[in-house]
């Protein structure tokens, strides 16, 4: 028979394999918002129950 051809020894195309994908970061959550209430005119804190600000006055609600 003789040496084998080129086409005999060359190996056969392997299908590429798909790779998995990149690990994306976990979505991280916002920071929780601070416990309490904020006056919408000047952003001061509110206290428990206040229906107005004490810092300038504007209405809680």
Request: charged fraction near 5%; proline fraction near 13%.
């Amino acid at each position: 028979m003789g040496a084998p051809t080129a086409a005999q020894t060359a190996r056969p195309a392997q299908e590429s394999t798909p790779q998995p994908a990149a690990a994306t970061p976990a979505a991280v959550a916002p920071p929780a918002a601070p416990a309490g209430r904020f006056c919408t005119g000047c952003g001061g804190s509110l206290v428990a129950g206040a229906r107005f600000c004490t810092v300038c006055g504007t209405i809680a609600g």
